[in-house]
């Protein structure tokens, strides 16, 4: 556990980690665990660990020390309650909780490893229906009746393809499919016996045909119909079955394509199909350089390599029960990937390598046959591998539970700061540059490129432990070269004088930067939202990396001029457009939003979950100032403010496009994609 002797220590661990502190005090003062800790427990082991905090408290991002005055009283407690039945399982040890004093009080700290998969779900009052939660941003949250059965099939069932599909046999397959890969097999293997055999036979020594020898019960396995199948009959045993593959003309958010391979009835429609056809583009005009290998050009490079990893993991992790579509982009500054489901490993483990737990381990088994896909656990590391050949920024994985499980994974083809970088920083700070360690001349560069910088960046960049990333920032703000906005996970840093856009730099006037670094802002510490979710709602991507702007285009642009087709207003210190006013909009948006807020528009009382559900929607992909948002959902704008915009903010799951000026009335909303 990460040692804490002080407040600055857990002001760190704030922005590092999952952290709740409780008051623990108890009706006599002694110490107590309190009852609202063991949804804490249930929803960080639930969802990636967390720390628990007892005898602190806090407000408005601040500590007060309490202190706990008998602390084997209240360790006592923890564990007799927690072997009791209150959980359904004990995942603490002696290790997990520590006694540390601060300015003489004394708190405990409490470590909650998250549950691995056959633990989960941690749920309270021996039902896991209605008593299970997960952590969503800083909140313990209830997990439906449906997210809850799904965890307890993902802990009952090692693979979820092999189970025999009754009433489904050969005439199901599409057998042109099965024809491409026995070829492409017996080209890999030309004196392997299975070249010999009848389909059936073939199949059954793949994994797609099995019979159980005890009930003499034979036919497809999920995975055979889903790797040879044909699309409609691959959707009557998995009807949210999805597959999309989008190429986008530009690095930036948007839903345009110029070349899309989905489920339209013009091929088969099954995994197989959707490999080959998906993987010829992603590598169609790769700009690798050119490379001799004893006097042979290398055709197969490790990014080549990565990608095949990337697109064969994204079809083999997905969960096709799930309402979450598979989903592959590819723009000029990236490529994205989408899986239906959470990682059955921590992301930690997967990164390292050695680790599987594969989802449909028969499909995994079916691509290796064919040379597609790692050994067991080596996957991330082979893609990690392959971007690093290139110097390019680390893959970015992440998870999202909404709307839906996903997994994501982000292959960004951009170094890991702009050229020239480095020069500008020595010639703008001097000796306050090149004094710095390395990771703490890492977070000046991308928060002088980027316009910000944050704990989960910092640490995806450096791979450096985010607690010591937490200490970087800090000492760089206590030195007066960053300053701080927000509290907690969602804190961002800035370069001083460089701050969070005000309404007045966007839609008024022209913004007022820093000296020195003028021609370096981005303009928008915005774009240090960490999290990027490929969800249904809004298109992949969604964050905008393009490249630096030309001071011009900065302080002579009218951004008011500025629209995008649907009449949002697009400004340089925003990552998303805006819509500043109803009469701009295009009738196509306009008719769809109202269409989504229909109920508020026609009726008065409404119960305050649809209307949440209904601002999220309209929020989605874009920023909406509140006095267009009180004439769209026909409420008055402090009343939306107060009774709802407001908390939802707090809860994470709406941001603000100008923080630093919460209550000014040009402010916006729009859905936090972080969730």
């Known amino acids: 556990m990460t040692a804490i002797t002080s407040l600055e220590d857990i002001y760190a661990l704030r922005e590092s980690v999952e952290l709740e502190c409780k008051l623990a005090q108890g009706k006599n003062g002694k110490g107590k665990i309190p009852d609202d800790f063991w949804p804490s427990y249930s929803a960080f082991a639930n969802t990636n660990g967390g720390i628990i905090v007892l005898g602190l408290k806090e407000k408005s991002g601040k500590f007060e020390l309490a202190g706990v005055e008998d602390v084997d009283k ?87 393809d092999n189970k025999i599909l009754p009433y489904f046999g050969m005439d199901d397959l599409d057998l042109e499919t099965l024809q491409t890969y026995r070829q492409n097999y017996a080209n890999l293997n030309p004196g392997a016996p299975w070249n010999e055999l009848d389909n059936v036979s073939f199949l059954r020594r793949i994994g797609a045909y099995k019979v159980n020898r005890e009930t003499g019960e034979q036919g ?106 598979v989903l592959v982009v590819k723009r000029p500054d990236m490529f994205g990937f989408r899986n239906p489901g959470l990682m059955r490993i921590p992301i930690e483990a997967a990164i390292h390598g050695g680790e599987s737990d594969c989802r449909n381990r028969i499909l995994h088994q079916m691509f290796r046959y064919v040379n597609v896909g790692e050994q067991a656990g080596s996957g991330i590391p082979k893609i990690l591998a392959g971007w690093k050949s290139q110097h390019w920024r680390s893959p970015l994985i992440r998870e999202a539970s909404q709307p839906y499980d996903q997994t994501l994974l982000e292959l960004r083809m951009l ?166 006013s109803m009469s701009y909009i295009s009738s196509e948006l306009l008719e769809r939003l109202r269409e989504i807020a229909d109920k508020p528009r026609h009726k008065q009382r409404i119960k305050p979950d649809t209307m949440e559900s209904i601002l999220v929607r309209v929020l989605t992909g874009h920023f909406m100032r509140l006095d267009c948002l009180a004439e769209l959902m026909n409420r008055k704008p402090d009343s939306l403010r107060d009774n709802y915009l407001s908390r939802m903010v707090k809860d994470g799951r709406l941001e603000m496009a100008f923080p630093q000026q919460p209550n000014d009335p040009r402010q916006a909303y729009s859905y936090h994609e972080k969730n």
């Open 415 to 580: 170094d890991l700061f702009p050229e020239g970088i480095v020069d500008l920083l020595c010639s703008v700070y001097e000796d306050e540059y090149t004094s710095r360690t390395h990771i703490e001349q890492v977070a000046m560069a991308v928060a002088f490129s980027e316009g910000c910088i944050n704990n989960a960046r910092l640490a995806e960049l450096t791979n450096e432990h985010t607690a010591d990333v937490s200490k970087c920032l800090r000492a760089l703000t206590a030195a007066g070269i960053f300053e701080i906005d927000g509290i907690g996970r969602g804190a961002t840093y800035h370069l001083a004088g460089l701050s969070a856009p005000r309404p007045e730099d966007v839609f008024d006037t022209p913004p007022t930067l820093p000296n020195g670094i003028l021609s370096l802002n981005k303009g928008s510490s915005q774009n240090c939202d960490d999290s990027s979710p490929l969800n249904e709602a809004n298109s992949p991507l969604n964050d905008t990396n393009s490249p630096i702007n030309e001071p011009s285009s900065l302080i002579n642009k009218n951004k008011g001029e500025d629209r995008d087709e649907f009449g949002r207003m697009i400004s340089p210190l925003l990552d998303k457009p805006v819509i500043d």
């Open 74 to 160: 209240v360790l006592t407690e923890l564990f007799n309650t927690a072997n009791s039945g209150k959980v359904n399982i004990n995942l603490l040890a002696d290790s997990n909780c520590k006694k540390t004093s601060i300015d003489g009080k004394n708190i405990i700290v409490i470590n909650i490893p998250r549950a691995s998969r056959k633990e989960r779900p941690v749920y309270l009052k021996g039902n896991p229906l209605g008593n299970t939660y997960r952590r969503l941003h800083e909140s313990d949250q209830r997990m439906s009746d449906e997210q809850v059965k799904r965890m307890l099939a993902e802990q009952l069932e090692d693979a979820r």
């Open 220 to 325: 497809l396995t999920a995975a055979g119909l889903l790797m040879f199948g044909r699309h409609p009959e691959i959707q009557e045993e998995f009807p949210f079955f999805m597959l999309d593959y989008q190429e986008r003309p530009e690095a930036k958010t948007e839903r345009r394509w110029v070349d899309r391979v989905t489920l339209d009835g013009t091929w088969s429609g099954n995994l197989y199909d959707f490999y080959r056809k998906v993987y010829r583009k992603l590598i169609s005009d790769l700009k690798i350089p050119f490379e001799l290998k004893e006097g042979l050009r290398q055709e197969d490079t490790p990014v080549h390599q990565a990608l095949r990893e990337a697109l064969a993991n994204v079809l083999v992790h997905a969960d096709f029960s799930q309402r979450a579509s």
